[in-house]
């Protein structure tokens, strides 16, 4: 399977090599000058997609300030080469210099506020252009009437001026393509796409989601600042009026949509088709009309593929796979291997210990002051009514939220001091009551970006050849293709399970995984759940099924208004009229 | 940078808040139909400007009054509105392909105006044109006081209508969660026709107020994009006051600009302070 995956890789990389190689043959065919420039604007226009698509369409961060950063390259080039006469290719690392530090300013700051995604973050980067053309235009850099290169040497490469150019855009168009096919396939890529998804989550399974997003962003940032510096020569008269506007995000956007944005390629199979679209229906003789054409052709194929232009060919695939006969469903194995190792729950002392912790939101008083020690090996039951604080609890210690006031220590190592992809490196797993599967990776990728990011720490590959374990455990290896949409309930819960699992967690946080199950799922459930702690896992078990509960807890905790009300053994436990009376109300106390 | 006098600055002060309802007429049905129908309708600004050619055309040539091509302008719009609402809802269209449809429409569009209209400069010289009232040592010009006016009152009646009538609430309530306000008996399709409709309306108009103000040309189209989208986000997506509130705070702070500095410092201010908002509260839009 994952030499079938490395094969595929390889002949993508080799594909891409040749059509690189066949391609720098082009300015020897002694064609017009007119071809490579023309051919020029398509690898100019591919680089300035592809590299917008590496933060934004893998992360889903739309990034409409694209231009700010092609423009930042663009007039760093324009100055070094006109006013200080730097040799026109030394100006080039300069320019991506400049466009990852406005970049990584500008991450650095943006990318801190949880509530600016989507299109909010577009309006940002947008305002941060027109804030630095403002900038540029009034301030020496430009000083309003523009910068002439007319007077820099261009550099020779190739037989002709048009061949330097062709030849300076396809190496870097070629350069920013394999960047985005080694992301793509690596483990940075899953975690972009996880972000994409759902980047809380992808917080919490161990994707670094902040030095993930910045890195995208400055490697997008720095590609389209070199691209900008060429382009500056190419054009050779640069004005921020021009440079600075909505033209060059709206363009970028647009072919990434149209090719793709979940596809290495598709920016590039986008920038292709617009650029030629736009010159076969421009040029001749009817340029106005031919331009209405090619907004009709945009909107039908918009229409028509609105998962862009490769989106539409890999579903057609993919229904062509689905055609074939389904695999037949694995039973659940009877035991997963690895020995029972209970002995460490008497050795040693309490695995986590939370004291005092606090936390409110907007007033209400979530946890008041909890103190709860988890032992090695143990499953703790955490009871409680609705809206006592157990989830609470559990966002607290997975990171999700940190406490107004108190302190967790997790193997004596104090958790608040932790990002939340730190604690489950840490060895820490959870799942959500409400299932939250990366809705456009497949089971087996959802299962896999966990085994890569957590406790686990997997490389890629062995992350996929793993994720098969926890598919044959958890039942799912009949749906290992499917999409989270494609589930039930029930699978979609034992989906959050493998995903815990799959990150070699050492303490898992189970968030109501029986609730909405059928009594025969449940048996499953606690099946599994027996398996795991038997492999050495200890496990918070938060639940409203008693019957579970009675069966599976060595010992529980009940919350109630935010507050530790009893603690011990479940028989126990549910006998003190404290608890009753939290339950059912104190007319039956 | 001298300070300038107190005359001068209550001029531009004055004449930020007429940019600024203007900026305010245009992110209204911008804002609703990307607030309440999830589009982000690029095309809004193309048929501004065909409601301002248009607006041209019948009173430059056919010598209508100016407001009165409104009568024609308003209800060919609406049927805009509505078919675009029809196609979105009939292919399914999410917010960033309704991106890239209206953008494929705004060429055909713009095009469209190339064609009938060449890509020359054109003025409409009304009877409100060369109309100002003075008011002590202000100039106050007709057709940006009847823009102001046009843009108060379609954004205060379209807010009292999302509020108090039925009408809005199931509105309100189809934009909050369709298929839940779908089992409490809300035609959630028939209502998006309908505000689609009243969203490319409300472009006409603003594409009169264009026309009185402002010489015409195709590429103009693109010109208003950046600030109006400002304008819109920092007011709400899906308010019917914000844009305007937004729109007479980012024309003000432009307009004092220009006249403490130079225009060209203009969009500094009110893109700063869109980002400083943004990064301040992006819950409070």
């Given at each position: 399977m994952s030499a079938l995956i490395n094969a595929s890789r390889t002949r993508g990389l080799v594909a891409i090599l040749a059509a690189g190689g066949a391609l720098a043959?082009?300015?020897?065919?002694?064609?017009?000058p007119f071809y490579e420039s023309f051919l020029y604007l398509v690898f100019h226009w591919i680089v300035l997609a592809t590299s917008w698509n590496i933060l934004s369409g893998y992360t889903g961060y739309f990034s409409f300030g694209h231009g700010a950063f092609f423009g930042a390259g663009m007039y760093t080039t324009a100055a070094l080469a006109s006013?200080?006469?730097?040799?026109f290719l030394w100006t080039l690392p300069a320019a991506a210099a400049v466009a990852v530090v406005l970049g990584v300013a500008l991450g650095a700051v943006v990318f801190r506020?949880?509530?600016?995604?989507g299109e909010l973050f577009a309006l940002v980067t947008l305002a941060f252009t027109f804030v630095v053309g403002t900038i540029v235009l009034n301030t020496p850099i430009d000083g309003g009437p523009g910068v002439y290169l007319s007077g820099v040497p261009v550099p020779a490469i190739g037989p002709s001026g048009a061949s330097t150019f062709y030849y300076m855009g396809g190496a870097l168009a070629l350069v920013t393509i394999v960047a985005a096919f080694a992301i793509f396939h690596a483990k940075f890529g899953a975690g972009l796409f996880a972000i994409h998804d759902d980047e809380d989550v992808a917080e919490v399974i161990g994707v670094p989601t902040f030095r993930y997003k910045i890195a995208a962003f400055a490697l997008s940032c720095g590609l389209a600042g070199i691209a900008g510096g060429i382009h500056a020569l190419f054009v050779s008269y640069v004005t921020a009026g021009d440079t600075f506007s909505i033209v060059v995000p709206l363009t970028v956007v647009l072919m990434s949509v149209l090719g793709g944005t979940r596809f290495w390629a598709g920016p590039a199979v986008g920038a292709a088709l617009v650029t030629s679209l736009l010159y076969a229906f421009t040029?001749?003789?009817?340029a106005i009309a031919g331009k209405a054409v090619f907004g009709a052709v945009l909107i039908v194929v918009i229409l028509f593929m609105p998962q862009g232009v490769l989106g539409w060919f890999s579903r057609k695939l993919r229904r062509r796979k689905a055609s074939r006969p389904p695999a037949s469903v694995t039973a659940m194995p009877d035991a997963v291997e690895g020995k029972p190792d209970r002995s460490r729950a008497a050795a040693t002392g309490p695995m986590l210990v939370a004291r005092g912790l606090r936390k409110a939101f907007r007033g209400v008083q979530a946890l008041d002051g909890v103190d709860i020690e988890i032992r090695h090996g143990e499953i703790l039951g955490l009871l409680g009514p609705n809206g006592s604080g157990k989830s609470t609890f559990i966002n607290l210690v997975s990171g999700h939220y940190r406490p107004d006031a108190g302190e967790i220590r997790f193997e004596g190592r104090d958790l608040g001091t932790l990002e939340a992809h730190g604690i489950a490196r840490g060895g820490i797993a959870r799942t959500y009551q409400v299932p939250r599967p990366?809705?456009?990776?497949?089971v087996r990728e959802n299962v896999a970006v966990a085994a890569m990011f957590g406790g686990a720490n997997l490389t890629r590959g062995a992350a996929e050849r793993d994720s098969q374990r926890w598919l044959d455990f958890t039942g799912l290896a009949g749906r290992a293709d499917a999409l989270p949409d494609e589930l039930n309930l029930h699978q979609r819960k034992f989906l959050e399970l493998a995903r815990a699992l799959a990150s070699r967690p050492r303490l898992v946080l189970l968030d109501e995984v029986l609730s909405g199950l059928t009594p025969s799922e449940i048996n499953d459930a606690v099946g599994l759940i027996r398996t795991i702690r038997d492999r050495g896992a200890t496990i918070v078990f938060v639940e409203h099924v008693m019957r579970a509960v009675m069966a599976l807890t060595d010992r529980i905790v009940v919350l109630n208004y935010g507050r530790v009300i009893a603690e011990g053994n479940v028989a126990d436990v549910m006998a003190r009229p404290e608890v009753v009376t939290a339950y059912l109300g104190t007319g039956h106390a | 940078m001298a300070l300038p006098s107190a005359a001068l600055l209550a001029q531009s002060i004055l004449s930020g808040l007429f940019i600024g309802a203007l900026y305010g007429l245009l992110g209204l049905g911008l804002s609703l139909s990307w607030g309440m129908l999830r589009q982000i309708n690029l095309a809004h600004f193309a048929l501004a400007f065909l409601g301002a050619y248009l607006c041209y055309q019948l009173s430059a040539v056919g010598g209508v009054d100016p407001l009165a091509t409104l009568l024609v302008i308003v209800p060919c719009f609406f049927v805009i509105g509505v078919a675009l609402q029809w196609i979105f809802a009939r292919f399914r269209i999410g917010a960033f392909n309704s991106l890239l449809v209206t953008f494929g429409l705004t060429v055909i569009i713009e095009s469209l105006i190339q064609l009938i209209w060449t890509a020359d400069f054109r003025r409409l010289n009304s009877i409100y044109g060369d109309a100002t009232l003075r008011v002590g040592a202000l100039y106050v010009p007709m057709p940006e006081l009847l823009t102001l006016l046009l843009s108060l009152c379609l954004s205060l009646g379209i807010w009292a209508a999302l509020r108090y009538t039925d009408l809005g609430r199931a509105m309100r309530a189809a934009a909050e969660d369709g298929p839940i306000a779908a089992a409490f008996g809300v035609n959630e399709r028939a209502l998006a026709l309908l505000l689609s409709g009243v969203c490319a309306a409300l472009a006409g108009v603003a594409g009169v107020c264009i026309a009185l103000s402002y010489t015409l040309a195709p590429a103009q189209i693109y010109a208003w994009i950046g600030v109006v989208f400002a304008a819109v986000m920092l007011g709400g997506l899906g308010s019917a006051l914000g844009p305007l509130i937004a729109g007479i705070i980012i024309g003000v702070s432009e307009s004092v600009t220009m006249a403490i500095t130079a225009p060209s410092w203009a969009p500094l201010v009110s893109f700063s302070l869109l980002i400083v908002v943004l990064l301040v509260r992006p819950h409070q839009r």
């Open positions: 043959l082009v300015p020897l065919a002694g064609l017009p006013r200080f006469d730097v040799p506020v949880r509530g600016i995604r040029a001749g003789n009817h990366f809705a456009h990776f497949t | -």
